[in-house]
């Protein structure tokens, strides 16, 4: 490492300061006076990571494999700065929901946002790992976080059992995952994930390749674990109810980009040679997925779990875009294309309804489907709005989920795999059911007798906007999310060539 | 100018949404009761502003030119090739008028007729009339599907809002919404597929350079992917049953956009891009088109013939009349690449285009008569009606005319579509053309039968329905009062076209005639 590295690692700087700073200025504070501010000192960091993201993508530009390496464990290529924006554009939304949320329900907010920041910094190590140690160090630093975070509200027993089922689950798929690693290293005896490749494919059909099935499926536990695939779904919906909504929204949408990010770099860069395996394995995956997700998201009656099962079932189609990657050049459908715009649409999609549930959770303290009746009479921009993140949860036009679902079934088209891609048009089928049922007790229910008009605080009000126009956006003017998600996937997809 | 027309017909509409939503009440201070009826006069005026552009659209098509007019092609999503593509031919431009001029219609109407949740009634209906017209203007796939279902969402939300509430309007709504759903996620597929095998989303391109070729399962499957998703719209049986249940709990002015305009969105997917984007899978399949269209016919009669409630009726009639076109568009499919069917090809696709605009006037007509009678006796089952022509003569008189163009009789709008759709079919399916014939037969009998003469004839039993409302008033009175002047004047210009467009069929046929020989006479030689 020298120090012309640090251009690469300065918005992971910039968070990890930021959260040492408010820690150390909650400490300080002990009367509480600037509490306040902290949320703001936290957004301002995140603008700061934000912006030196810039500078690293420019400096990009002068490598000749478009890729740099930071000491062999971490590298910077413009598939992880796409997904270290994506990661702090949605914690910056979350603190956002987090302000009116926190008020009253604890007495130590600070904490939250540096934990916050902290898991920011985590999810940035995460997407950038090239090595497997890092992998494991990274991602167990992001579900540390998320367990403390989950389980934030001392006094509500639901937090806990969040928590505590989170944790369980958890860390069994991270010691199981930790297995497959192992594998791999015994086979190859490197845990650089271009080592592993080159080990592996210069071997030639050696003895001990036949581990490398086993290893893909036990590392497909800890990855599948942090983007709710099924079957590694079941932490989901206790934890998505119980957690604070803030960091529900997190958990469903940044953290499991994360997720798919780890599963899409470690399968690409070190098992591109094993693609016909994992393909196999992935599209039976995002099929069970889907279908199990949206089957039991019919069923609920409380909308935080609710959209806990389609935020599995969304996964699955996420899922569809890496099973279906095709690497040859000059592609309009590349798969991971389709995955890292869908999963910049769903992030401020699914952003923008979890808000909306804040807002409403703040005021009724509720998050079953009837306190929904009759919404739109005492709050219309929420009800519109949550109709627009619905309809654009659903993949209907115009919306950003729309083209989400456009490119993950173009894709999925491209490779002919037929029977995937009926499944996944049955089911979104299935899955605007429970979408327009919200709908349906929002705008055609009366309303009760007893209600009042729901007041949203500004900094509430101001990420629900935002993620509403940035939905409704992405489904008009696609052009520059969608160039830009091209260009990332390419640093991933030249592995595959 | 003539550039911009097509996007200024579009959009206008959603530009009056905006509008209607602005809240001008709590900015000038004025109470609810005045506010609404500023939207609901401001909603009158506006919806003249479409109206008038369509008519000017009407007037300044060339109807000697050949291809589309007023052209618009802008790069929307570059990456994708999505273009805003944009244009009519003599296809379009009817049916672009029949939307503004239902939509004008149904608006004033519903001015009458909504009391609860105004402003959304209108805003929503704004938003309808732009989902529809930028279906009929679209020549990119994505564009065109973009607009179909943007058309979904209001109708889902009309019907679920303002529908009775002993209709089960939710379970209704939410039925249109999958049913359409199901079909159009299936289409995008197929566009999608289409995209990848020709390399372009645009109709006109894509009808030039036949995608997949040679590759016939490709084909085949692309081809009903498209046919199942229009098939749900027309609606054909067997998927037809979302339609008697969205009918009947729509509320009125929603029935008539529903029967007069969106089921011709169907109709007219499967003329603008099944036919001529899979012409040679189209006619493999032409014969199950016909026999869909048959059994529709037949089948929408019979069960027409069976119902009670008279909105459940006419729901039905309009599978049977739908029908119609299909066994036109079937029958010119079977006669893609023949050249001596050219014209009676031609004929089925003029006999099918009328029919879709006549039957666009005259159950919207019908409609529009349903939702009167129901506006005073609150019910809607034949058996409680029964000698209405002594007390509401007028009411009858319209209501006559419309049922006789309903069921085709000579010299009212009606007829002609049927006249040109079984003169075409016939030389081409001979067998399937008679048995669709009956069709006729059963349109006669339910109309005349059940409807006439249930409603009107016999004598007037004043004990059936003790309390009539007085549509303008709203006091309850022991006997049916006529029609009112705002109810004349929403069906005096339908009867007009009715009898119109029954005396002198070329008005439309000078639009259809050229716009289908040119399509078919195209598929010869290729």
Known sequence: MNLSDLVFILPEISLLLTAVLIFALDLIDREGRRRESLPYIALAGLGVAALRLIPALNALAGEASGAHYVTGMLVVDSFAIFLKALAIMGVALVILIAIPYLRGRTPYPGEFYALLLIATLAICLAVGSANLMMVYLSMEFLSITSYVLAGYLREDKKSGEAAIKYFLYGSTASAIMLFGMSLLFGATGSLGLSDISAALSFAGPSELVWLTIPALILL??????????????????????????????FLSTVSKAAGFAILMRVFTMAMGWAQPQWVAILTAVAVLTMTIGNLAALRQTNIKRMLAYSSIAQAG???????????????TFTGYNGVLFYLFAYLFTN??????????????????LESY???VRRAPWLAVLLFLFLISLAGIPPTGGFLGKFFVFGAAIQQQMWALVIIAAINSVVAAFYYLNVVRYMFFMPLPEDSTPIAVAAPLAGAILLAGAVTLLLGLIPGPVINWAGESAQSLLSFLR | MNSALLTLITFAPLVGAILVLLPLGKWLGWSKEREEKLIKQGSIIYSLLPLGLSIALWFAYNKAGAGFQFEVNAPWIAVLNINYHLGVDGLSVPLVFLTTFLTALGIWYSSRAIKVRVREFFFLFFLLEMGMLGVFVSLDLVLFYVFWEIGLVPMYFLIGIWGQPKDRPQYSAIKFFLYTLAGS??????????????????IVEAARLQPFAGNTLAA?????AFFIAFAIKVPSWPLHTWLPDAHTAAPTAGSVILAGVMLKLGAYGIIRIALPIFPETMKRYGLIIVILGVISIIYGALVSMAQWDLKRLIAYSSVSHMGYVLLGVGSAALAVGVADQVESSTMALNGAALTMFNHGISTGALFFLVGIIYERAHLRDLKMFGGLSGKTPYYYGLFAVTAFASLGLPGLAGFWGE??????????VTFWAIVGVIGIILTAAYILWKMIQYMFLGPYDPTKIEHWTDPVTGVEEHAPMDVAPFEKITLWPLVFFMVLLGVLPAILLTFFNPTFLSLMSGFVGK
């Open chain 1, 317 to 331: 189609y996420i899922l569809i875009g890496v099973a279906a990657v095709l690497a040859a050049p000059d592609q």
């Open chain 1, 351 to 368: 952003v923008g309804a979890f808000a909306v549930v804040t807002a409403i959770e703040t005021v009724t303290g509720s998050a079953e």
């Open chain 1, 373 to 375: 009746a009759g919404l």
């Open chain 2, 185 to 202: 996620v299936f289409m995008l597929l197929a566009i999608i597929a289409i995209y990848l095998s020709s390399g372009t989303f645009d």
């Open chain 2, 220 to 224: 085949s499957l692309a081809f009903w």
């Open chain 1, 220 to 249: 497909l536990v800890g990855f599948g674990f942090k983007a709710s695939l099924v079957p590694f779904h079941q932490w989901v919906p206790d934890t998505y109810e119980g957690a604070p909504t803030p960091i529900t929204t």
């Open chain 2, 419 to 428: 006249f040109f759709v079984f003169r075409g079919a016939f030389d081409i």
